[in-house]
């Protein structure tokens, strides 16, 4: 008898503990379904559209960043922060539903910082949001054609392909 009570004694703190663990873990889980509110505020910001004064601030910063940009080209601070507020003005775009201004911009962004992913990213996105079967420019021109090599010569006319002889196979 006295076995089963030391088994016992012994079993209640570890009940004790996971008791307290699982009512731990389910406050937790309850927390984060309970209170959502600031990734819902975060979510909010990105997708509201910006206040025209911060589109207004927003082309002042670009505007003065460029001009330090043609004084100083090999400055990459200035083309990186240049590229970062073409992001921030690509967004407030796009969150206001002006999906072309905001592929525009994104595609300047790339061409100050080609390896910039928050501009790589939402150019893809962009473009497949406006249909990116229709690939144009920055300027409205079309995709140039792909090269097919062997097609034409320098003249325009058919390239000439070989004739197998008879005796190659």
């Not at 079993?11 to 996971?18: D, E, G, I, N, S």
């Not at 525009?104 to 061409?111: G, P």
């Amino acid at each position: 008898m006295q076995i089963i009570s030391r088994k016992r004694r012994a079993a209640v703190p570890a009940l004790t503990l996971l008791v307290a663990l699982c009512a731990l873990q389910a406050g937790c889980r309850g927390q984060k379904s309970a209170n959502p509110a600031p990734n819902q505020t975060a979510n909010a910001q990105q997708a509201a559209p910006a206040a025209p004064e911060d589109i207004a601030q927003l082309d002042a910063d670009i505007d003065r960043l460029e001009k330090q940009a043609e004084r100083n080209p090999a400055d990459e601070e200035t083309q990186d922060e240049l590229a970062r507020v073409y992001v921030r003005r690509a967004k407030a775009e796009q969150g206001g539903g002006r999906y072309q201004e905001a592929l525009t911009d994104y595609q300047r962004a790339l061409r100050h910082d080609p390896d910039n992913e928050e501009a790589q990213g939402g150019a893809a996105a962009m473009d497949q949001q406006l249909g990116g079967d229709k690939q144009e420019d920055e300027n409205g021109a079309p995709a140039p054609l792909p090269i097919t090599p062997n097609v034409a010569d320098e003249e325009g006319k058919p390239a000439a392909t070989p004739t197998p002889k008879k005796g190659d196979k």
